[in-house]
């Protein structure tokens, strides 16, 4: 049974199958960035007291608060398009779209936090949960209703022509059944009515 989504049509193959490509990319890099160990003489105490973290990068001046706080919500924002792109569906509740995608990129979040745990030089900070978070549904909320709303306007595309009877030529329909024929003309009729040809009340000719 394929999934309904787009306007009650399947989703097309090639739109998800590029999402998912691209949603695949950006989790290996997120790995890549945030679970390498590093080697630094000292780190930072893990922080499990939300927005204790922020402002102590406030307190450190604008130019590094901007920094901290900018790649905390930029590291998973791409996730608010990349997974309702992956998902396909078109016809879809705003406020759902934007609980599904918050959920699953906080628990991404999360499952990052924890992993870091076991990774020299990393600590975990709760706050960065909540930039993460907060990045995906900003990201959401500025691209994908309004991008949804637009493909819905889209007109509707020609439809597929229906396919032509077998061997390229026409059928002979019931009312076309010859009085008097060749054998042959007759063998192919009746092989056409077989076929699936409809028959209706028609006027046969008796030979004397």
Known sequence: ?????????SPPIGF????GLLLVAHLLLVGWV????????????TNLHPLAGIRADLARGPA???????????LLAPLGILLPLADGRLHVSPVGSL?????????I?????????GVPGRVVDIDSVLLNTAGVAVLHLAVVPAARARLRRRPDGPRRRAPSARGGGTRPGPSERPGQ??????????EGRAQGATPTTTRVGVAP
């Open 34 to 45: 945030t679970l390498r160990p590093l080697d630094v003489p000292w780190v930072s105490a």
């Open 181 to 190: 024929g060749s054998p042959e003309v007759l063998r192919r009729w009746e």
């Open 99 to 107: 609980l599904r995608t918050v959920s699953a990129a906080a628990l």
């Open 16 to 19: 998800r199958a590029t999402g």
């Open 109 to 117: 979040s999360l499952a990052i936090e924890l992993l870091q745990t």
């Open 64 to 74: 590094e608060a901007a920094a901290r706080i900018g790649s905390g919500l930029a």
């Open 1 to 9: 049974m394929q999934r309904q989504g787009w306007g009650g049509e």
